[in-house]
T-cell receptor, first 113, second 115 residues
Framework: AQSVTQPDIHITVSEGASLELRCNYS??????LFWYVQSPGQGLQLLLK??????LVQGIKGFEAEFKRSQSSFNLRKPSVHWSDAAEYFC???????????FGKGTLLTVNP | GAGVSQSPSNKVTEKGKDVELRCDPI?????LYWYRQSLGQGLEFLIY????????KSGLPSDRFSAERTGGSVSTLTIQRTQQEDSAVYLC?????????????FGSGTRLTVV
């Protein structure tokens, strides 16, 4: 069965600091990996995705993520956080003909001025 | 439409009442998904529709939950005899048949509160 673990429930960073949100997955084949962001009262917005090829993927809002097969990880990074990045971030895994994405429990990001 | 539309955005209901939640997917998206988001629990898969195929109902938590999709477009999630543990945000998403290019597009959700 596929699963996603986001080890950090809540992270607080200062504006301008770098950010890394962790995601570990379990999937029996080549995974499709996603990061979504959810602002309060909103639906989920796709930040970036990985299917194949270059293991470092770029997304919207200056985010990037690196797929590391050996570590079953897909960590999200941003070099300099802005106050508007405060939100909840979800990692998800799916693959191939499996249309059902499995989501992690999310990481809540707080940005201090 | 331009995005996935869900209604109502908020619903407060009394325990034991039935509720209907509506989802209007993006035009041309053949796949439609319902997820439930409970506090601190992430997103829980409920049901999946793809074209005219039989839906995957494997995530529905009990027989009080049902969903239908009419004409391959609008979907309604019905919860009968609501319980307090049904309180959550119900998210609908749609995608092209092959979601791998663009992932899912989510609606803003319906926040259900059972009192």
């Amino acid at each position: 069965a596929q699963s996603v673990t986001q080890p950090d429930i809540h992270i607080t960073v200062s504006e301008g600091a770098s950010l890394e949100l962790r995601c570990n997955y379990s999937y029996g084949a080549t995974p499709y990996l996603f990061w979504y962001v959810q602002s309060p009262g909103q639906g989920l917005q796709l930040l970036l995705k990985y299917f194949s090829g270059d293991t470092l993927v770029q997304g919207i809002k200056g985010f990037e993520a690196e797929f590391k097969r050996s570590q079953s990880s897909f960590n999200l990074r941003k070099p300099s956080v802005h106050w508007s990045d405060a939100a909840e971030y979800f990692c998800a895994v799916g693959g191939g003909s499996n249309y059902k994405l499995t989501f992690g429990k999310g990481t809540l990001l707080t940005v201090n001025p | 439409g331009a995005g996935v539309s869900q209604s109502p955005s908020n619903k407060v209901t009394e325990k034991g009442k039935d509720v209907e939640l509506r989802c209007d997917p993006i035009s041309g998206h053949t796949a439609l998904y319902w997820y439930r988001q409970s506090l601190g629990q992430g997103l829980e898969f409920l049901i999946y529709f793809q074209g005219n195929s039989a839906p995957d109902k494997s995530g529905l938590p009990s027989d009080r939950f049902s969903a239908e999709r009419t004409g391959g477009s609008v979907s309604t999630l019905t919860i009968q005899r609501t319980q307090q543990e049904d309180s959550a945000v119900y998210l609908c998403a749609s995608s092209l048949a092959d979601y791998t290019n663009y992932g899912y597009t989510f609606g803003s959700g319906t926040r259900l509160t059972v009192v």
